[in-house]
């Protein structure tokens, strides 16, 4: 193993140890809103920022975004996806919220996961207040990053919410197999956003605590969302 593998493994280790412990005290869901969303079992950017297009989202065709919780999971954070439906003024988004904060939910188990679809106007408004949250939620999204893309993948970010919303919830060691690992909140939110193929996205190693993963998101945009 290489000198970087090596530390990427101590790190990996060392995060799982302390995700495990605290990720499962916080809450860590295409429907057309208005309608209701539909709930499934299952540093700051260096650099220039990316183009801008009308109503502050980012320049089209395809674009996504990354919604930050950053006092949730007891201050590790919690993300949430978006992503825009190619050459139109429509978003997808959406999170594995996990409100039963459990470390271990098995496949096809709930973990609060949800996804809408609307104007990212409406996508804004909803994760500004967890409109779709399962329950109450303790921690709004207050952050949110985009970037600009000229194209996305949108048939296999939706397979791939489809896949995150059935395959559980898991901070640490899997009682099945014994293995250290996680499906959680940013595995979801990264998941999606490879799917659809996003620009200078950073990999998500597996238990990288989210507030550490959000400040790697060069050429990202980043905003304070507030309640709108």
């Known amino acids: 193993m290489s000198g970087w593998g ?24 295409p429907t057309d809103v208005g309608a209701a969303a539909q709930p499934s079992g299952g540093t700051h950017s260096a650099g220039s920022s990316p183009a801008v297009g009308s109503a502050g989202q980012p320049a089209g065709p395809g674009g996504a975004c990354v919604f930050v919780k950053p006092d949730g999971a007891q201050k590790f954070g919690h993300t949430g996806w978006g992503f825009r439906i190619t050459g139109t003024d429509r978003w997808e988004y959406g999170a594995v919220e996990n409100p039963t904060n459990a470390l271990y939910t098995p496949p096809g ?14 996508m804004l408004s909803d994760m500004s207040r967890d409109a779709h949250y399962p329950g109450k939620s303790t921690h709004p999204y207050s952050r949110y990053r985009c970037t600009s893309s000229s ?3 949108v048939a296999s970010a939706r397979a791939m919410i489809r896949t995150v919303e059935s395959r559980g919830f898991l901070v640490g060691i899997d009682p099945k197999t014994g293995d250290l690992g996680s499906r959680d909140c940013l595995d ?8 659809y193929r996003t620009r200078h996205l950073t ?8 507030n550490v993963w959000v400040e790697t998101l060069v050429l990202w945009t980043d905003k304070t969302l507030k309640p709108h």
């Open 6 to 29: 090596r530390k990427r493994g101590v790190r990996w280790a060392m995060a799982a140890v302390v995700a495990g412990t605290v990720v499962g005290m916080t809450g860590c869901e």
């Open 109 to 122: 188990g709930y973990i609060g996961a949800w996804h809408a679809e609307g104007t990212y106007a409406r």
């Open 151 to 153: 194209a996305g993948d």
């Open 188 to 195: 979801a939110t990264y998941d999606v956003l490879r799917a």
């Open 203 to 210: 990999p998500a190693y597996q238990t990288e605590i989210p």
